[in-house]
DNA sequence: AATTTATGTCAAGCACATTTGACATAAAGT
DNA sequence: ACTTTATGTCAAATGTGCTTGACATAAATT
């Protein structure tokens, strides 16, 4: 699962914890989902669509990196 | 977390079973999705989505039923 | 040079997604 | 009436999402 978290956060000039704390997760959370170790929740997915203003699919994708 | 699997199957004449093997899982998880027991997996959610042609947000909705 | 900030990573633990195998029930088919 | 099919549900097991706390390193700040 690939994802633009890294990007979206760059554009608005976040760091892992901002995006953490808009998330309501950990900021081990977010680095884990950007360094691939594992795949969001579909709640934690929605959560980040609704932040973002994106479909789901234009924020992760479903093949491997 | 609502979803419009049941409709979908219905409106394909397919069962749980039927569904479950598109997706390459076991019935009791295409039941318990339908049921609300829990959420899909994102991975899951995008093998739906693909399956039935529709973006995510349209088998799958945020809110609580 | 010393401190703070951002990122990456590890381990232990809890919660939840998914599995298999089983059983119950209602509806449909024979 | 009997059998099969579709659905719902349970329990136990396994894997993964997510937590906190901790430590390392590199870059930025002072």
Redesign the interface.
């Known amino acids: 699962?690939k994802n633009r978290l890294k990007v979206l956060r760059a554009e608005r000039n976040w760091t892992q914890n901002d995006l953490a704390q808009a998330l309501e997760v950990s900021r081990q959370t977010v680095n884990a989902i950007e360094t691939g170790k594992f795949?969001?929740?579909?709640?934690l997915?929605?959560?980040a669509?609704?932040l973002f203003q994106l479909?789901?699919?234009d924020i992760?994708s479903?093949q491997e990196d």
Chains 1, 2 share one sequence.
Request: net charge negative; charged share 30%; no cysteine.
């Open positions: 699962m795949d969001p929740s579909l709640p997915a929605f959560k669509a609704r479909p789901i699919e992760f479903d």
